[in-house]
């Protein structure tokens, strides 16, 4: 039971661009939402991340929005950049009888194209 | 330096055969995580520890140990390794209080 969804794999965008990662989740106890981004040979590095008290948290280029009665969140990138060319996970955390959780969706690569 | 290393990089081994990896953080995070990613799948985590007297069993903790054997240092091992554990695995590293984790570089395991 995939708790933590990112439906597309992939996404490819023109330089200059909007680039726009969706993750849905289906867990209600879900209370902080995280974005990290993933190079080849690399591990994944924190992006940007939002409280469920909160609607949109905006860093930079960076801006995530989170829809709690849809249980659905986006990552917008703007404007898209070829550097951004990376796999993104979204992931979701949680404390649950006493055990920390932090669930990872499967990840979309995006390429950002010159 | 890399705040959180991870050794060894690169391991290929055989069925039946005893492997730990080695994971080191310089950040002073008390919290510390192991993961698993498999070729279109999430991370999975399998264990975290809370500090040196703290191991808590993850999503996928069978067929793994761990030890925590100071605060900078968490490893992982596998005690008889079998191919489905062929994956990326990642360490990663959190400070209390703050919901961010900072990950290592992977290591990538090959069980033939």
């Known amino acids: 039971d995939q708790q933590v969804k990112q439906n597309s794999p992939s996404l490819s965008v023109q330089e200059g661009r909007i680039s726009i990662l969706n993750c849905d989740y289906t867990n209600s106890m879900f209370d902080y939402f995280l974005w990290y981004k993933k190079y080849p040979a690399e591990g994944p590095t924190f992006l940007i991340s939002?409280?469920?008290?909160?609607d949109k948290n905006e860093d930079g280029r960076f801006t995530v929005f989170l829809n709690k009665s849809a249980k659905h969140l986006s990552l917008h990138i703007v404007p898209s950049q070829p550097g951004d060319s990376a796999v993104y996970f979204c992931a979701a955390s949680a404390v649950e009888g006493g055990s920390e959780k932090l669930v990872f969706g499967k990840g979309m690569k995006l390429t950002v194209n010159p | 330096d890399a705040d959180v290393t991870q050794t060894p990089r690169n391991r290929i081994t055989k069925t039946g055969k005893r492997i730990m990896l080695e994971c080191s953080q310089t950040k002073g995070h008390d919290r510390m995580y192991w993961y698993r990613q498999d070729p279109g799948l999430g991370l999975r985590l399998i264990y975290y520890?809370?500090?040196?007297?703290?191991?808590n069993k993850g999503e996928i903790s069978d067929g793994y140990s761990v030890s925590r054997q100071a605060q900078a240092k968490f490893s992982l091992s596998l005690e008889s390794a079998i191919p489905n554990q062929t994956a990326l695995y990642f360490c990663a590293t959190r400070d209390a209080g703050v919901h961010e984790q900072f990950f290592g570089p992977g290591t990538r395991l090959t069980v033939l």
């Open positions: 520890s809370f500090d040196v007297k703290d191991i």
């Open positions: 939002i409280s469920s008290i909160k």
